[in-house]
C-alpha cells in the first residue's frame, strides 16, 4: 500500500459503523470490511453488517464477497482487500479499514504471505482432539516463529498453523 489507510476496529456494536460513514463523508474514504462474517452474501442477521441505506452513504468493499459455503481464507482475504485498497488509492481516495476480525488488519499490516493450503479435515480433527499444550509444543519444534504469535491457547490457530 502506497498511501496510508486509516483503521478502524473493534467489538460488534461498538459504533464502528455510524463513525465509519460519517469519516467517509467527511475525509473522502471508501471503506474496506475487516470482518469475517460481512464478508459472506446472506449472513445478515447477526453480523452487524452495514444496511442498504448505510452502503449508500458510502462506498463499500469486501461485503457480500463471498457464498458461506465456499471456503474463503485470510489469505484469499489479503489477496482482495489489497486490490480494494489499490483501486480506492489510485482514484485518489483513502482506504478507511473497518471491522474487528485482527486477522484480517494483521494480514494487511504485515504483508505476510498467508498460505492458502488445502485443509485436511482428518488431520485437523486430530489436532483438535489433543490438549492445548501439546499442540503449542509440536508447533514450536515445527515452526517457531508462528508458535510465537499464537497464543498456546487458539487451539484452531495452532493446528491450522500445524497442517499448513
Not at 22 to 48: F, K, N, P, W
Not at 63 to 78: G, K, L, M, N
Not at 86 to 111: E, N
Amino acid at each position: 500500500m502506497k498511501e496510508t489507510c486509516w483503521v478502524l476496529t473493534g467489538p460488534t456494536a461498538s459504533g464502528k459503523t455510524a463513525l465509519s460513514l460519517r469519516l467517509a463523508r467527511t475525509h473522502d474514504c471508501e471503506i474496506v470490511c475487516m470482518d469475517s462474517m460481512q464478508i459472506y452474501r446472506g449472513m445478515d442477521i447477526g453480523t452487524a453488517k452495514p444496511t442498504a441505506d448505510e452502503r449508500a452513504q458510502a462506498v463499500h468493499h469486501m461485503v457480500d464477497v463471498a457464498d458461506p459455503t465456499e471456503d474463503f481464507s485470510v489469505a484469499r482475504y489479503q489477496e482482495m482487500a489489497e486490490s480494494c485498497i489499490a483501486d480506492i488509492q489510485a482514484r485518489g481516495h483513502r482506504a478507511l479499514l473497518v471491522g474487528g476480525t485482527g486477522l484480517y488488519l494483521d494480514s494487511l499490516i504485515t504483508a505476510t504471505e498467508h498460505a492458502d493450503a488445502p485443509s485436511d479435515p482428518a488431520m485437523r480433527e486430530e489436532l483438535l482432539a489433543r490438549d492445548a499444550q501439546s499442540l503449542h509444543d509440536e508447533l514450536s519444534e515445527i515452526d517457531a516463529e508462528s508458535a510465537a504469535a499464537i497464543h498456546p491457547n487458539n487451539k484452531r490457530r495452532v493446528a491450522r498453523a500445524i497442517e499448513i
